[in-house]
Structure formats: structure tokens, C-alpha cells
């Protein structure tokens, strides 16, 4: 059997996509090759004419001591931004909890911005490496120096960028609103775990038959499960079908079954192997199947906001209100089913799959938990909760008038005079009777 590729290539591509070097050293490549080519093809691109009507003339030595100047500022600026990301991190990682770091280091003005300067320092030393040649043509320097002065000016207006993005980034709302896109622009590659897939059904669990040979399968590392293969366990020859006890998302520990394949005799080792090559481990958990790890970096935000160092309702109160639209949003999706059949090959799949009751209480558990002392906290969860019972279809109801119940159950006790009971009482008679 050939291993799959797939999940692995998207688990390690999105490590790679979102790390803060891949940016910026593609473009200090680019930098690189473009100042090589513009110091061997500017005396045949560049005629006399033009040298003499356009581009001011400058001398080897003047030329080499403007770029080395603007060389040093553009290292110096660099060292600013770096410093001024750090910083950036530091209050994000204290203040909105670590989880956010990896939205802030996703962030491709902050990438581009370093990628910029650390480009533009790069191209200036391959002007120097060049000019310092004692015999460089008076056409190379000008145009150079010409290029390099362009370059200074853009990289001054992208440093006064770069400190109104930061200044604008480390807002909270602009916090949220970056994790709330994150979470919606991914519903499509969240919920495409095979379903839909030519060949593939639905099948009642009942109608699976026990098999005469079971193999439970374990990982030799601990780690999150980032990605799973579904595509490739449905598709195995010489088997009946395989059941996963694992999601992207959860931590397995060395040894725990994580997959059993049932077949009609013994797997080989390279089928084991096979198996077992469709489940991505990792050192985090990631977004690419997890659709409640989206959810969790909001909540996390609101549970910072609510803890008593920080004290800020209102933050929470903003982080409910993007949950219920992005619990909106993913009722709209066809959950996965957790058992599927491949007919073309007549391979079948028990899974553990995520439910709209399960992202729900990922949602607002926590959030009702921490805020059960905030009286406004909870007016508010009550009013979101009510916004899904009207817009949901009946039968997510019951499901959300759990958490109706649940809401009322905590703040009982918080509630110390007749008016806020009085709010209580009928914001979940309201909740309750849409």
C-alpha cells in the first residue's frame, strides 16, 4: 500500500505557511536574484540617453556611501519592528491568552513587513558587493544608488504602516474579529470529511457485521491528532472496515488504540503502517479539522476578559455575540456522519465526528461558567441564546434550551436583589417560549 500524503503535506504546509521565516526569506531570496540581474542587465537595458536625460550621475564612491548609509538605517529600522512585534506578542500571550499567538504570527502585514526590510537590506549588500569593484561602470552606480534611494523611501512609509497595523492589531475588538474570520473562512475545509465523496453513503451503524479478525492500532508518540486521512482509511483493500476512536483535536498518549481495522485475516505490517500513516500527530492543535479549536481561541479571549486581573464584561459580552454568529453559521453546515460506507469498494468507517451540540457547548460552557457572578454577563448569554432559538431550525431547540436552563442554574445564586431576578426570570421565560 502507498502511504497517503495528503494529510501530512497539509499538516506540516500550514506549519510552514504560518511561521514567521517563510515570508520573509522567500522575499530576501527574491531581493537577492534582483540585484544580481539589475547589476549585469542595466548597461544593455539603459541607454546613453536615457543615463544622461533621467538618472542623475553618481560616482562609484558616492554611490557606495549612500547605499552603505541606507543599508544601516534599514537594519536599524528592522531591529525597531522586530522589537515592536515582540512587544506585541508579550501583551497578546499576558493579556488574551498564549493560544492567540499563532492568529498574531497568521498576520501576513506583520510577515511582509519584515520581509520588506530584511529584502531591502539584502539587495543593499549586493550593490555594495558590486560597487566596491574598482572598476564599476558610472552607469551601474547611478542606477543603483537610484534604486536603493526608491527603496529607502518606500521602507520609510512601510515602517509608519507597520506602526499604525500594530497599534491597530493589539485592539481587542480587532482581536476578536480576526479570530471570528478565521473561524468562518475555514467551515468549508472543517466540515469535508469525506461526505459527499463519490461512492460514499451514509449507512446505519446497525448494519455493520462484526468481522472474524479486529486489529487495534496505536501511535508510538504522544500528540494532538492534527489531520486525519478519511479518504485513504475508506479506501484499503482486503478489508471489511475500520472503526477511528479519535478527532482532530484530541491529545492520544503512546499506546492508546486510536483506530481498529476489521478484516477477514491478519493485517501485514505495511498495512499497519499504512493505517496508521493517516493520522497526523502534532505538538499543538491546529484548525484544519478542528472546528471547535476555532471557537476555543474566542472563548479564550472572553475567559481572560472575565477573570479578576482583568474584570472586562464587555469583552466577553463581544466574544458571545461573534460565538452565535459563527454558531449560525456552522448550523447551516451537513455535520459528518459518524458512520460511512465506500460501496466502491465495500469499505465501511465508525468515527467520532463533531455534533452542533457538542461546537454549542464548546461555545458558551465556559463562558456561563466564568461569568456566573456577572449578571450582565449572563443577561447577555440568555439574549444570544434566545437569537439561535429564533433562527435555528427545531431541532437544535432542545439543545440550546439546555443551556437556557443551565444559564439560569448558575446565576441563581449571584442574584442579590429582586430587579436583577426579576431580568433573570424573564430573559429565560423569553429564551424558553420562542
Not at 486489529?215 to 482509511?233: F, P, R
Request: hydrophobic residues 45%.
Amino acid at each position: 500500500m502507498i502511504k497517503p500524503v495528503t494529510s501530512f503535506a497539509r499538516a506540516r504546509w500550514e506549519g510552514i505557511r504560518a511561521s514567521y521565516w517563510f515570508i520573509p526569506v522567500c522575499m530576501m531570496f527574491s531581493a537577492f536574484l534582483l540585484g544580481y540581474t539589475l547589476i549585469y542587465y542595466t548597461p544593455d537595458v539603459v541607454s546613453e540617453a536615457v543615463f544622461k536625460n533621467l538618472i542623475p550621475p553618481v560616482p562609484a564612491e558616492e554611490a557606495s556611501d549612500l547605499i552603505s548609509a541606507i543599508a544601516t538605517s534599514i537594519i536599524t529600522a528592522t531591529s525597531i519592528a522586530f522589537s515592536m512585534t515582540l512587544v506585541a506578542l508579550t501583551m497578546a500571550s499576558s493579556q488574551f491568552g498564549p493560544r492567540l499567538l499563532q492568529t498574531f504570527m497568521d498576520d501576513r502585514g506583520t510577515q511582509c513587513v519584515l520581509g520588506i526590510l530584511t529584502s531591502t537590506f539584502i539587495f543593499c549588500l549586493s550593490a555594495l558587493h558590486r560597487i566596491s569593484v574598482s572598476d564599476t561602470d558610472m552607469v551601474i552606480s547611478s542606477v543603483l544608488s537610484l534604486i536603493v534611494l526608491a527603496i529607502g523611501i518606500a521602507d520609510t512609509l512601510v515602517l509608519i504602516y507597520y506602526i499604525h497595523h500594530i497599534a491597530r492589531f493589539i485592539q481587542v475588538d480587532e482581536i476578536i474579529n480576526r479570530c471570528y474570520r478565521e473561524c468562518t473562512d475555514n467551515l468549508k475545509n472543517l466540515f469535508a470529511l469525506t461526505d459527499g465523496e463519490k461512492g460514499h453513503h451514509h449507512l446505519a451503524p446497525a448494519l455493520i457485521n462484526d468481522s472474524p479478525v479486529t486489529t487495534h492500532l496505536s501511535l508510538d508518540e504522544a500528540g494532538y491528532i492534527q489531520t486525519i486521512d478519511y479518504l485513504s482509511l475508506l479506501s484499503g483493500d482486503g478489508i471489511d472496515g475500520v472503526k477511528v476512536y479519535v478527532r482532530a483535536g484530541d491529545y492520544v498518549v503512546p499506546g492508546e488504540t486510536i483506530i481498529t481495522v476489521h478484516s477477514s485475516e491478519k493485517l501485514s505490517n505495511d498495512s499497519r503502517d499504512f493505517y496508521l500513516s493517516c493520522f497526523v500527530p502534532g505538538k499543538r492543535r491546529t484548525s484544519l479539522q478542528d472546528p471547535e479549536f476555532s471557537l476555543t481561541q474566542l472563548v479564550e479571549v472572553a475567559l481572560r476578559a472575565l477573570s479578576p486581573g482583568i474584570n472586562d464584561p464587555i469583552t466577553a459580552m463581544t466574544c458571545a455575540d461573534r460565538l452565535t454568529a459563527v454558531c449560525l453559521l456552522m448550523s447551516e453546515c451537513e455535520f459528518p456522519c459518524d458512520t460511512v460506507m465506500n460501496s466502491d469498494v465495500d469499505v465501511w468507517m465508525q468515527r467520532r465526528t463533531y455534533t452542533f451540540e457538542s461546537v454549542l457547548n464548546t461555545a458558551f460552557d465556559q463562558i456561563r461558567q466564568a461569568g456566573s457572578s456577572h449578571v450582565d454577563v449572563m443577561l447577555h448569554l440568555l439574549g444570544c441564546l434566545k437569537t439561535l432559538k429564533e433562527k435555528l431550525p427545531e431541532e437544535y431547540k432542545e439543545t440550546i434550551q439546555k443551556q437556557v436552563e443551565a444559564v439560569n442554574d448558575l446565576a441563581g445564586p449571584h442574584l442579590h436583589c429582586e430587579k436583577d431576578r426579576k431580568d433573570v426570570a424573564a430573559a429565560v421565560n423569553a429564551a424558553a417560549t420562542v
